[in-house]
């Protein structure tokens, strides 16, 4: 298949946005709009010159990671985004609630929260997403009096190998237990590592 | 007689730094008389011997200069395709580029006096 003029344009402005992804949003898309209309303007202005023309329209503004250099210098962003705050509110919000019961999740988070690396919908999502973190799966299910898979996995425990559960037909039961435990556990893993990858570098102090 | 300024590793060569600070004075020096399409002043400002590598780069500066509103921009129709971007000088721009073009002719001077100039 051959590549068209678009294909190009559209993997320059790929590569220029992820390489613009520790600006504040606000910067890189100004950035971005406006390379994007120098490289319509710059074709309309070369008329029919073909891909040599467009490739080397391209070389001119050149590669997309030394542009992305130069706006963070610009802007003062450093690269390497994660910074303490961040890194401890992600540890915090996923495992906190386990370590320090309840409480080390809504430290977590406080912390969360209070860092300017994400937006507020990435926020409410990371709260919500799951409540408690990894605790609350494992509250549910292994500690919480009464809960299907809790009784089965006691038997697990203490007889070593598991025969059946308590009170007779519960293995759906217990097969839903699981299949929940594993949603919830993997639902918080995933915002989690969504998170981290959203992270975004704090704008300069004199702004 | 050379004074050498040794460049600490990992950092810029001194005067690539230096560039880049005079760079944006010479956005504003563009801008001095005329507000201007976004892409002439970038095309302009590439042609200049030594200052730029790459017209791309200068976007992240005209973002930052109306961010600190030494410029400003507005948006006007145009005859041939879609509406274009202008960039002017605002008054804090022209204060500062004031600022720059006599601490820059002090400057200059006193690196030619020392390094000989030309003539």
């Known amino acids: 298949m051959r590549t068209t003029s678009k294909d190009i344009t559209a993997e320059y402005l790929r590569r220029l946005r992820s390489e613009l992804r520790d600006l504040p949003r606000e910067q890189r898309d100004e950035i971005l709009r406006e390379i994007e209309g120098h490289i319509a303007e710059a074709t309309t202005r070369m008329g029919d010159a073909g891909e040599v023309g467009l490739r080397t329209l ?110 007779g037909a519960s293995s759906t039961n217990e097969v839903l237990g699981w299949l929940v435990f594993g949603l919830l556990v993997a639902i918080q893993i995933g915002m989690t590592i969504y998170l981290a990858r959203k992270m975004r570098a704090a704008e300069p102090q004199e702004g | 007689m050379s004074c050498m300024v040794p460049v600490e590793k990992g950092k810029e060569a001194p005067l690539a730094q230096m560039k880049r600070g005079v760079l944006e004075f010479c956005v504003l020096a563009l801008l001095r008389d005329e507000e201007r399409y976004g892409f002439d002043l970038v095309r302009e400002l590439a042609e200049l011997d030594g200052m730029v590598i790459g017209e791309g780069t200068i976007y992240p500066l005209l973002a930052r200069l109306r961010r600190e509103g030494l410029v400003d921009t507005r948006w006007r129709e145009s005859s041939s395709g879609p509406p274009r971007r202008y960039y002017r000088m605002t008054a804090s721009g022209r204060r500062a580029l004031e600022g720059f073009i006599r601490e820059w002719q002090r400057f200059r001077d006193a690196v030619d006096s020392v390094t000989g100039g030309e003539k």
């Open chain 1, 58 to 167: 391209l070389d001119d503004l050149g590669d997309p990671a030394d542009i992305a250099a130069e706006a963070r210098e610009r802007f003062g962003v450093r690269r390497g985004r994660a910074g303490g705050l961040e890194v401890a509110a992600l540890i915090l919000i996923t495992i906190g609630g386990i370590i320090i019961p309840g409480l080390g999740w809504l430290v977590g988070v406080a912390l969360l929260w209070a860092s300017a690396a994400w937006s507020v919908g990435q926020k409410i999502a990371g709260t919500l997403l799951v409540p408690g973190g990894l605790a609350l799966p494992a509250f549910l299910f292994f500690w919480a009096p009464g809960a299907t898979t809790a009784v089965c996995i006691r038997h697990r425990v203490r007889g070593g190998v598991v025969r059946w559960c308590e009170g």
